[in-house]
């Protein structure tokens, strides 16, 4: 049984931050693409950002480039999604989730493994 463990969601001004944390066990942070998705009211699921545990490989969504960066500490099992200059739109529930996929892909429909979702307000 695979459990990926979020937290760190929040309410942030525009242009504020906000760090996600995803805990996974070491073996699907090695072998496994973890992928953060948003999802907003009345929208699809969007893939925001992926780290490849096979090869490295990181993606970013246009929409959060320069902005969120996504990083993994092995000594606690756990991937972040820094987020800074939030927008409004940035709005939405935060999902991680894993696939054991070599390299990183954003299809929900490949992630077999998910969290229980973090909201994440922007708003003044």
């Known amino acids: 049984q695979v459990h990926l463990v979020e937290s760190g969601g929040g309410l942030a001004q525009p242009g504020g931050s906000l760090r996600l944390s995803c805990q996974a066990s070491r073996f699907i942070l090695d072998y496994y693409a973890i992928t953060w998705f948003r999802q907003a009211p009345g929208k699809g699921r969007e893939g925001v950002s992926c780290i490849s545990g096979t090869n490295g490989t990181t993606y970013y969504a246009d929409s959060v480039k320069g902005r969120f960066t996504i990083s993994r500490d092995n000594a606690k099992n756990t991937v972040y999604l820094q987020m800074n200059g939030l927008k409004p739109e940035d709005t939405a529930v935060y999902f991680c989730?894993?696939?054991?996929?070599?390299?990183?892909?954003?299809?929900?429909?490949?992630?077999?493994?998910w969290g229980q979702g973090t909201q994440v307000t922007v708003s003044s």
């Open positions: 989730a894993a696939a054991a996929a070599y390299g990183c892909y954003v299809v929900p429909g490949l992630y077999d493994y």
